[in-house]
């Protein structure tokens, strides 16, 4: 309501609307505020029905949230999945180590075991940043 009220203040200061409503889509960087100002700055160059416009833009803002909503549920899936596969091998090693330390430790002061850890490390980052670009869907 108070980016609204300023937006009116600046009208009153002799700022024409259009500066107005680009100044507020400038200090609120969402896309639903600048689909919002984008879709009153039509209206009052091409004329027509305001209240229709600004319902039909509220019917797609919260359709964007529906739709976020749902993708967050689809996506959880892929994000359990990163998760497990980042800590399996951590957990195994530590399971392996309990049961059997002297297993472990050709990984630890081997020169070639410790080379095979780092780039496991290496690989598990690649995976992560893999999984996560996957599962990063932009509405």
Same mark, same amino acid.
Request: no cysteine; aromatic share 10%; charged share 20%.
């Given at each position: ?6 937006? &009116? ?25 600048? &689909?919002?100002?984008?879709? !009153?700055?039509?209206? #009052? ?7 229709? !416009? ?10 964007? =949230? ?24 951590? =957990?195994? &090693?530590?399971?392996?180590? &309990? ?9 630890? #002061? ?20 893999? !999984?996560? #670009?996957?599962?990063?869907? #932009?509405?």
């Amino acid at each position: 309501a108070s980016e609204f009220r300023r937006v &009116f203040e600046e009208q009153n200061f002799g700022l024409p609307l259009r500066e107005a409503m680009l100044n507020l889509a400038r200090r609120i960087p969402l896309p639903d505020v600048s &689909f919002l100002v984008t879709a !009153i700055l039509v209206q #009052k160059e091409t004329g027509g029905n305001l209240a229709e !416009i600004l319902d039909k833009t509220t019917i797609v803002i919260r359709e964007r =949230f529906r739709l976020r909503g749902q993708l967050r549920v689809y996506t959880a899936q892929g994000r359990l999945t990163g998760w497990i596969l980042v800590a399996l091998p951590f =957990f195994l &090693f530590g399971v392996m180590t &309990f049961l059997n330390p002297s297993y472990e430790l050709v990984l630890i #002061k081997d020169p070639t075991g410790q080379k095979l850890v780092y780039a496991g490390l290496i690989m598990m980052v690649v995976g992560v940043l893999v !999984i996560r #670009k996957v599962i990063d869907i #932009k509405v």
